[in-house]
């Protein structure tokens, strides 16, 4: 997206407290939030009439106290159109575009942020972050304001990348995960374990996924040119003095690589914080 060509991307840092890798400086809320108000419904984030993490969301908010739920980052609405009209439907979607076409299959949408989330009494049964957390420049308050909607016993189901897959460690910052500006926050089991007791809620599942699952071929493919990605990095950082190593012929074509995808890595979690 263009977004990613204007904006610097920062560093890289980890809070010794609570495990928290987290990018500095990062966009701002404003720069973010025209970003996401502009995306296209039709050329962003099409996966099907299914995902994996779909199915096993399905499953986990069987539990819920309500069928009532709140998906944050609905965009078109295409998992709550999954989860059927036996639910109470509401999102809160940026896009303009996106927008309209989940309010065209009757979802409620209560606000354009967290942020800007209205003040009401209306709590909901479970509340659904997919692909969410590492967009959130403040994410305990994030959660902390979603927690106060759920009704008790609630169930807050987050579905993100994992730093501690060891895909993740292996690659380190070259990893593809954190290759895009937007993307700013990013965590472990370990954070999520930090977080509940500040939230009054208790971690009752942490189930490691795909993004995307793949055939075998596909995983063993994206693994081979990861590690030659991630080598080539590291040697032209032991060379860089005189840039020797993006010389070589057939090293130089890995060089232009600006990141290397791994969605087939184990690499995402599925979290569900309960509220006590």
């Not at 909901?124 to 403040?138: P, S, Y």
């Not at 927690?147 to 593809?176: C, D, E, M």
Request: overall charge positive; proline content about 5%.
């Amino acid at each position: 997206m263009p977004l990613d060509g204007q904006v610097e991307a920062g560093s890289m840092y980890r809070c010794l407290d609570c495990s928290l890798m987290f990018r500095a400086p990062a966009p701002s809320r404003e720069a973010l939030a025209k970003y996401y108000g502009g995306l296209s419904s039709e050329e962003c984030w099409q996966h099907g009439p299914e995902r994996e993490v779909w199915r096993e969301i399905k499953k986990v908010i069987q539990h819920a106290p309500e069928r009532s739920i709140l998906d944050v980052g609905c965009f078109r609405g295409d998992l709550l159109n999954y989860l059927g009209k036996e639910w109470q439907r509401f999102g809160i979607e940026p896009s303009i575009d996106a927008r309209d076409v989940a309010e065209a299959r009757g979802i409620k949408i209560i606000a354009d942020s967290i942020e800007s989330l209205p003040d009401t009494e209306q709590q909901f049964g479970a509340i659904t972050l997919v692909d969410v957390m590492e967009h959130l420049v403040r994410p305990l308050d994030a959660l902390y304001k979603l927690v106060g909607l759920l009704k008790p016993g609630g169930q807050l189901v987050i579905f993100t990348g994992n730093t501690a897959a060891w895909s993740w460690r292996f690659a380190g910052l070259h990893y593809w995960y954190s290759a895009m500006p937007e993307h700013v926050a990013f965590f472990s089991p370990k954070w999520f374990a930090w977080a509940t007791p500040k939230l009054r809620c208790r971690v009752s599942l942490v189930h490691r996924l795909r993004y995307q699952p793949a055939q075998f071929s596909t995983r063993l493919d994206e693994a081979l040119k990861n590690v030659a990605y991630v080598s080539y990095r590291r040697l032209e950082s032991l060379s860089a003095p005189n840039g020797m190593i993006s010389r070589l012929p057939v090293l130089n074509r890995i060089g232009k690589w600006q990141s290397c995808w791994w969605t087939s890595a184990r690499d995402h979690i599925l979290v569900v914080l309960t509220k006590e």
